[in-house]
């Protein structure tokens, strides 16, 4: 194939990979379900909640063994795997409804769409890395996009599907949709052909690391760079799904001070607008993020994005504007998501893009650890008084890892 053809065949797959984040990413939207799960079958909230914990967890252990399969299976492979199994736990969520099973939501939901998740998530970023070596942070960024921006479009979706044809249908409608839409995505998959490069790059001259020098798996876990950065990932992963899992009642509390006679209804409604807003900047965040890190370093990004973020957190507790709770909570989220689109290209920076499957995907155990450690700090009674200075107490930790970052060299 000519390497016209490569360089289109390599936004093709870019556009497949931004299809199927945007189909996994309406986990994020699990607010939408677990209210109405709640009022139908008498459900407690941290039972529910539950699920949502148990498919965060899955999905950073999953995403850590699909990265070892993508290097050994290819990624048309794992990808298909996931949707097959993310759209058959979204069926069985449908049927859990029906049935008033919460075990049976828990493992549909929980631990089998939590298993697709995670396949389906890694797969597409180590496979972009190869093709977009001159590139990384911009193309991961917009892959990861999607995925934050998942929840906006489920968030307006489902409401109105549950109202008007019940919650089991809609899960049933979207496990349907999510077999065909990210199963059909993998089919576009495929790994470069050994040694090929966009025409013009050279690894030497960009400071990366070539498929050749690549560290393996083994040597990158024996580096303790690899262990900086999960560690940067996990601080910044907890702190924000921590805000996330609160966002809509410290979203309220800041309305009901504001606005002293809303009914409950409006309030509800302002704070669902809310979410739905920071939303849009946890999937544009992404973009932003990993593009200037590809002008500036993607140490100098983790950098800004900690050091702000922990000013914001501090500051958060003292702002009683409707507005600027909006905007606040809008630049955290473009920050969460940030690190989730900078981290692959600078773990590809660091290792190289021959093993960054195994690598990167062993990395997103950090955000299967956040994802309890974040929500049961912002939730836990003892903690949740000061949960926001909590969280930028681990921003500033995770600042000074990044300050004394360096390139890890074989030697």
């Given at each position: 194939?000519?390497?016209?053809?490569?360089?289109?065949?390599?936004?093709?797959?870019?556009?497949?990979?931004?299809?199927?984040?945007?189909?996994?990413?309406?986990?994020?939207?699990?607010?939408?379900?677990?209210?109405?799960?709640?009022?139908?079958?008498?459900?407690?909230?941290?039972?529910?909640?539950?699920?949502?914990?148990?498919?965060?967890?899955?999905?950073?252990?999953?995403?850590?063994?699909?990265?070892?399969?993508?290097?050994?299976?290819?990624?048309?492979?794992?990808?298909?795997?996931?949707?097959?199994?993310?759209?058959?736990?979204?069926?069985?969520?449908?049927?859990?409804?029906?049935?008033?099973?919460?075990?049976?939501?828990?493992?549909?939901?929980?631990?089998?769409?939590?298993?697709?998740?995670?396949?389906?998530?890694?797969?597409?970023?180590?496979?972009?890395?190869?093709?977009?070596?001159?590139?990384?942070?911009?193309?991961?960024?917009?892959?990861?996009?999607?995925?934050?921006?998942?929840?906006?479009?489920?968030?307006?979706?489902?409401?109105?599907?549950?109202?008007?044809?019940?919650?089991?249908?809609?899960?049933?409608?979207?496990?349907?949709?999510?077999?065909?839409?990210?199963?059909?995505?993998?089919?576009?998959?495929?790994?470069?052909?050994?040694?090929?490069?966009?025409?013009?790059?050279?690894?030497?001259?960009?400071?990366?690391?070539?498929?050749?020098?690549?560290?393996?798996?083994?040597?990158?876990?024996?580096?303790?760079?690899?262990?900086?950065?999960?560690?940067?990932?996990?601080?910044?992963?907890?702190?924000?799904?921590?805000?996330?899992?609160?966002?809509?009642?410290?979203?309220?509390?800041?309305?009901?001070?504001?606005?002293?006679?809303?009914?409950?209804?409006?309030?509800?409604?302002?704070?669902?607008?809310?979410?739905?807003?920071?939303?849009?900047?946890?999937?544009?965040?992404?973009?932003?993020?990993?593009?200037?890190?590809?002008?500036?370093?993607?140490?100098?990004?983790?950098?800004?994005?900690?050091?702000?973020?922990?000013?914001?957190?501090?500051?958060?507790?003292?702002?009683?504007?409707?507005?600027?709770?909006t905007v606040a909570a809008c630049y955290l989220l473009a920050c969460y998501g940030g690190g989730?689109?900078?981290?692959?290209?600078?773990?590809?920076?660091?290792?190289?893009?021959?093993?960054?499957?195994?690598?990167?995907?062993?990395?997103?155990?950090?955000?299967?650890?956040?994802?309890?450690?974040?929500?049961?700090?912002?939730?836990?009674?003892?903690?949740k008084p000061i949960a926001l200075y909590v969280a930028a107490g681990l921003l500033i930790a995770?600042?000074?890892?990044?300050?004394?970052?360096?390139?890890?060299?074989?030697?």
């Amino acid at each position: 194939m000519s390497n016209e053809n490569l360089e289109s065949k390599r936004w093709i797959i870019a556009g497949a990979a931004i299809v199927m984040q945007l189909c996994l990413g309406t986990v994020y939207a699990w607010s939408v379900f677990k209210k109405p799960l709640m009022t139908v079958h008498g459900w407690s909230e941290p039972s529910t909640q539950a699920t949502m914990m148990i498919l965060m967890a899955v999905i950073g252990i999953s995403a850590a063994f699909g990265g070892m399969l993508v290097d050994k299976k290819g990624p048309k492979f794992v990808a298909s795997i996931g949707g097959i199994l993310f759209g058959v736990g979204t069926l069985i969520a449908g049927f859990a409804d029906q049935v008033g099973s919460l075990p049976l939501l828990w493992l549909g939901f929980g631990v089998i769409a939590g298993l697709g998740n995670g396949f389906g998530y890694v797969t597409p970023i180590a496979t972009l890395i190869r093709w977009f070596p001159d590139k990384r942070g911009l193309v991961t960024g917009l892959a990861v996009m999607g995925f934050g921006a998942g929840a906006f479009f489920m968030g307006k979706i489902a409401p109105g599907m549950i109202l008007s044809m019940g919650m089991a249908k809609t899960f049933y409608i979207w496990g349907v949709i999510f077999l065909i839409a990210v199963t059909g995505a993998a089919q576009f998959y495929k790994n470069p052909p050994a040694g090929w490069l966009p025409k013009g790059y050279s690894p030497a001259a960009s400071g990366g690391v070539s498929a050749a020098d690549s560290f393996t798996f083994n040597q990158a876990l024996k580096s303790p760079q690899w262990y900086m950065l999960w560690a940067m990932l996990f601080l910044n992963v907890s702190a924000g799904l921590g805000l996330i899992s609160q966002l809509s009642p410290m979203a309220q509390d800041v309305i009901k001070k504001a606005t002293p006679g809303i009914t409950p209804e409006a309030l509800a409604v302002a704070g669902g607008s809310i979410v739905a807003i920071s939303a849009i900047f946890n999937g544009l965040g992404r973009l932003f993020w990993a593009s200037i890190s590809d002008l500036i370093g993607r140490k100098g990004v983790f950098m800004i994005m900690f050091a702000t973020q922990a000013a914001l957190y501090v500051y958060l507790p003292q702002v009683a504007n409707v507005t600027l709770y909006t905007v606040a909570a809008c630049y955290l989220l473009a920050c969460y998501g940030g690190g989730f689109a900078t981290m692959p290209a600078f773990a590809a920076d660091s290792f190289g893009p021959a093993n960054i499957g195994r690598i990167y995907g062993m990395m997103l155990t950090a955000w299967g650890c956040a994802g309890v450690a974040g929500p049961l700090v912002f939730s836990s009674p003892a903690i949740k008084p000061i949960a926001l200075y909590v969280a930028a107490g681990l921003l500033i930790a995770g600042f000074v890892i990044a300050l004394s970052y360096k390139k890890p060299s074989k030697a």
